[in-house]
């Protein structure tokens, strides 16, 4: 939901970790997705590529300040709070003429 500030995202991720999730962020945007476990190439014995099994990506109507994000995993919610970037609020601008 959005309120005058922030976006704030809450995921239901039962049996989920933090541990278990990454998060990206863009300008307007959140990438959501697990984090997949490390495995090996039979074949060759190196680390294969992991890819991620699920990811959400949640487009935002607003740029957001991403030095003041935070998340926090309580009881299998994350709860992803992305503050509105002072650029994003309203703003007058002088027209001249």
């Known amino acids: 939901y959005v309120n005058d500030n922030a976006v704030i995202v809450d995921l239901e991720l039962p049996a989920k970790t933090a ?6 962020l863009e300008p307007q945007a959140v990438i959501i997705a697990d984090r997949p476990a490390e ?11 992991a890819r991620p099994a699920w990811s959400r990506r949640l487009e935002l109507p607003f740029r957001v300040d991403a030095d003041k994000a935070s998340a926090k995993f309580t009881d299998g919610i994350l709860r992803i709070q992305l503050p509105k970037a002072e650029t994003a609020g309203i703003r007058q601008i002088a027209i001249e003429g």
């Open 39 to 49: 495995t090996t190439d039979a074949a060759t014995g190196k680390p294969a590529e």
């Open 19 to 24: 541990k278990d999730v990454n998060l990206s």
